[in-house]
């Protein structure tokens, strides 16, 4: 097929409204470095923050010209300029935050993953649909350039009938960037490849098998959970798509690759924030297609920050709109599906469906 590269429609969609008032729960790394930067760029409204740990609420709020530092939850939640609440901390605090910004009726945009345990990302779905709040998870890698960009060329027809998908990260994880996930159990793939499997249910739907194995770095401790792991979806139309990351390739050069391949034409690109996390750099994409000359897409954003206006901005769109948010968290139990199915599979050494993940 024959693209131009100026017809492929990347970026993001913005609100109409953009002065929808954020608070933000949790003010640590990502928020500093992903978040914060994320809306300046495009020009959304922070009115509020609130930290367990006052001093990281103190230092996004004067980097990002915040006026209101909150000194509790509740706090944050009865301020009326806080239109749609913005929870960034470990997963396993997001449900009790959930369930009182419930209660307050707002808006908000949930971590990934949603927990990790699939019974509570369920109530935290449950919690909102009964709120009649608009809920979304910051599965943010839709929107990041070279993911986006495929999905418009797959959407044009542009590889015919997809055939198969490959994202293979081998990389030096900076570990310490999260002291907290060093003792989690389920490391790799609930934290990670959550990411990829994410995007590949965005560019392709859902699978109908799960097959994962998963294993460690001889020397890895203090971090205690499945570091090298490969992960394959089958789908019902005989597309096979496959997950292999390695976060301990201490010594070679890092890879961070996806090729979506089709009967009519070829995807590939890098995942450019990988090779120097948090910094790196834009994504690349080529697009093949028979003998005519292959089309290298400019994609002049990064995963980290500017991927991150998607969710928000599509949060405050679904309220606008009053539709379902393009990362409703409703949706992401299918994400988290495959997560578990995953882990499942590995345990049991066997093919699992998504749909025996029940909670
Ligand atoms: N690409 C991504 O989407 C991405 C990347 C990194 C981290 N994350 C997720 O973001 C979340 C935060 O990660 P991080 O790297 O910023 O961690 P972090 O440890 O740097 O920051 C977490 C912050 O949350 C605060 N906090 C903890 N419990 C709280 C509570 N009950 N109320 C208010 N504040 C509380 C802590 O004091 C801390 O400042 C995690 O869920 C993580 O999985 C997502």
Redesign the pocket.
């Known amino acids: 097929m024959n693209i131009r590269p100026e017809e492929i429609a990347w970026r993001p969609n913005l609100p109409q409204r953009m002065d929808t008032g954020i608070g933000s729960?949790?003010?640590?790394?990502?928020?500093?470095y992903?978040h914060m930067p994320a809306y300046r760029k495009a020009g959304f409204r922070s009115v509020g923050v609130?930290?367990?740990?006052r001093e990281?609420a103190e230092t996004v709020a004067a980097d990002n010209n915040i006026s209101r530092i909150h000194d509790s939850?509740d706090d944050l939640l009865a301020d009326p300029a806080v239109e749609i609440v913005d929870i960034?901390?470990?997963?396993w605090?997001?449900l009790?935050?959930v369930e009182k910004v419930a209660a307050a009726g707002k808006h908000m945009l949930c971590?990934?993953?949603l927990a990790e345990d699939f019974g509570e990302a369920l109530r935290i779905v449950e919690l909102g649909r009964q709120a009649g709040v608009r809920q979304a998870s910051?599965?943010?890698?839709r929107w990041d350039a070279g993911i986006a960009a495929s999905k418009e060329l797959i959407g044009m027809g542009a590889i015919g009938q997809p055939t198969d998908a490959q994202i293979l990260v081998t990389i030096a994880t900076p570990w310490h960037?999260?002291?907290?996930l060093a003792q989690a159990p389920r490391l790799e793939v609930m934290?990670h490849s959550i990411?990829y499997l994410d995007s590949l249910r965005f560019l392709f739907g859902d699978p109908q098998w799960v097959t994962s194995r998963h294993a460690r770095y001889a020397d890895q401790a203090p971090v205690v959970g499945e570091s090298k792991t490969v992960t394959v979806l089958d789908y019902e139309n005989g597309l096979q798509a496959t997950v292999a990351v390695n976060h301990y390739n201490l010594h070679g050069e890092p890879e961070a690759v996806y090729r979506f391949l089709g009967t009519e034409g070829a995807i590939e690109g890098t995942i450019g924030l990988l090779y120097d996390y948090p910094d790196g750099r834009p994504d690349t994409l080529v697009y093949r297609s028979g003998d005519a000359d292959p089309v290298e897409l400019e994609l002049d954003e990064k995963w980290?920050p500017d991927a991150f206006v998607g969710p928000m901005a599509g949060l405050m769109i679904a309220v606008e709109e009053d539709s379902e948010p393009a990362t409703d968290c409703g949706d992401n139990l299918n994400t988290l599906r495959v997560v578990h199915a995953a882990y499942r599979s590995a345990a049991e050494q066997r093919s699992v469906q998504p749909s025996e993940i029940r909670g």
């Open positions: 729960v949790g003010c640590g790394g990502i928020v500093q992903a609130f930290d367990i740990n990281a939850l960034a901390v470990p997963a605090e997001q009790a935050i971590q990934k993953p910051n599965q943010q890698m960037l999260w002291p907290w934290y990411h980290i």
